[in-house]
């Protein structure tokens, strides 16, 4: 079983940046990929971003390229999402998720997930 639990959300103004952590507890997490997804009012679910389990490979949604940051330190067991540039549209629910790759990631299909952490973006 893994533990995952976000931190980092709150309201910020536009143009502004915001550093998202999932930290993880359970057997073994280092060795799961792991991804950020997020959910506005209204909508489904999105992939964000997603990491590999070596820390090597990221992959990230065409919104949200060159603006946003995954990364992970497997020692710590801790997941980031460095948020720049934030904008109304990235107003949601950010979940983080671990898995058994990046491409599962993709899809939305992981095995465990936090309970999420609100970004709220005015303009």
């Known amino acids: 079983q893994v533990h995952l639990v976000e931190s980092g959300g709150g309201l910020v103004q536009a143009g502004a940046s915001l550093r998202l952590s999932c930290a993880a507890t359970g057997r073994p997490v280092p060795s799961y990929a792991m991804g950020w997804f997020r959910q506005a009012p209204g909508k489904e679910r999105e992939f964000v971003a997603a990491?590999?389990?070596?820390?090597?490979?990221?992959h990230y949604a065409d919104s949200v390229k060159g603006r946003f940051t995954i990364s992970r330190d497997s020692a710590a067991s801790t997941m980031y999402l460095q948020m720049n540039s934030l904008t109304p549209e990235d107003t949601a629910v950010y979940y983080c998720?671990?898995?058994?790759?990046?491409?599962?990631?993709?899809?939305?299909?992981?095995?465990?997930w936090g309970k999420g952490t609100l970004v709220n973006v005015s303009s």
């Open positions: 998720a671990a898995g058994s790759s990046t491409t599962q990631a993709k899809r939305g299909q992981m095995d465990y």
């Open positions: 990491i590999t389990w070596s820390g090597i490979g990221t």
